[in-house]
């Protein structure tokens, strides 16, 4: 395992609104060293939703800050609950916190970088941005947002990397076009990339198309993005005729775990495959919102990460571990 969960108590210090739906947290916690994070470093948070404890997982906005963490958090209505209680907090409020940890690695000795967000991906990319500037990388950063106003972070990110900023408004007609970006690129960049599911399949076609080596494209994505709605669905367990109702705000490690069937997990962000359980059964659609998975392996469905995939229907996993008969 990857990550040693050392949880800690931390104070809400202030809240500042991005954009309508992007707000700012800055979390100090009680013990604060001030230690530098690596980049693309994340923290969970302990949220209460519906009454129970819960965990999410937010990504660290820029290098390390000798007033605590930042994090930001869009209010997503298609949510499952974690933002609504993000944005309920007042400073001042107590929470739980990990420590940073990151899954990111970036090769330093590249001479060209390129990043990527998509909306609240920006999260993790501002800190990237900062260190490459820091240390005079050549570096360009392409940003989508569907207008300027949802651009968060947009003066200090333009301060930063002026020309080398490159904002794809939609409403002004600058879609992002990955196959020219990547198509453009010199041979040896290293991307880093984050963003929501759609956008990451297509970031990654156009960058197999451009016939570049896989391993230098680097990404991220949130596990609330997939591509199909966030509901409801059936998880039934291989040989017991044990079906469990996943809802909308829950993942089903949680689900599976309450029940008592143990199944492991690391990262819970859909990065490092622990959670995987095997699908022997689909009757309905599998929606894999990890980024462990190819796009293959996610068209065979023949695994599934428990801790951020979704589904539409009933599937039937096999958990391998079994609970415990009283
Ligand atoms: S715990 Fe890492 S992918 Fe699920």
């Known amino acids: 395992m990857r990550f040693i969960e050392t949880w800690t108590s931390a104070t809400l210090q202030a809240v500042r609104d991005l954009t309508p739906t992007i707000r700012e947290f800055l979390l100090r916690p009680d013990h604060f060293t001030g230690a530098p994070y690596p980049i693309g470093s994340h923290i969970d948070v302990g949220v209460t939703i519906d009454g129970q404890p819960q965990t999410r997982s937010y990504s660290m906005v820029g290098e390390v800050d000798p007033q605590g963490y930042r994090i930001a958090v869009r209010r997503a209505p298609d949510s499952r609950g974690g933002s609504r209680y993000m944005w309920s907090l007042a400073p001042g409020a107590r929470l739980n916190i990990t420590q940073p940890a990151s899954l990111v690695q970036l090769d330093w000795t590249r001479r060209q970088f390129c990043l990527i967000a998509g909306g609240v991906g920006i999260t993790p990319i501002v800190g990237a941005a900062q260190a490459l500037a820091r240390r005079d990388a050549r570096v360009v950063l392409h940003y989508a947002v569907r207008t300027r106003s949802d651009a968060a972070y947009l003066d200090m990110l333009e301060g930063l990397l002026g020309e080398r900023l490159i904002v794809h408004a939609g409403d002004e007609g600058r879609r992002l076009d990955l196959e020219r970006v990547f198509g453009g690129l010199p041979q040896d960049t290293m991307t880093l990339f984050c963003g929501p599911m759609r956008m990451l399949d ?125």
């Open 202 to 326: 297509a970031a990654r076609r156009a960058w197999e198309a451009s016939g570049r080596a896989m391993t230098d494209l680097r990404y991220e994505t949130f596990g609330s993005s997939g591509l199909l709605p966030t509901e409801a669905f059936r998880v039934r367990l291989r040989g017991e005729g044990t079906e469990f109702v996943i809802p909308h705000d829950r993942s089903m490690l949680e689900v599976l775990n309450d029940a008592g069937h143990e199944v492991m997990s690391d990262c819970r962000r859909g990065e490092c495959g622990v959670c995987a359980l095997d699908v022997v059964g689909v009757d309905g659609e599998i929606d894999h919102r990890d980024v462990f998975f190819s796009e293959h392996q996610k068209r065979e469905s023949r695994k599934i990460c428990a801790c951020v995939s979704r589904a539409r229907g009933t599937i039937t996993v096999d958990t391998l571990h079994r609970a415990d008969v009283l």
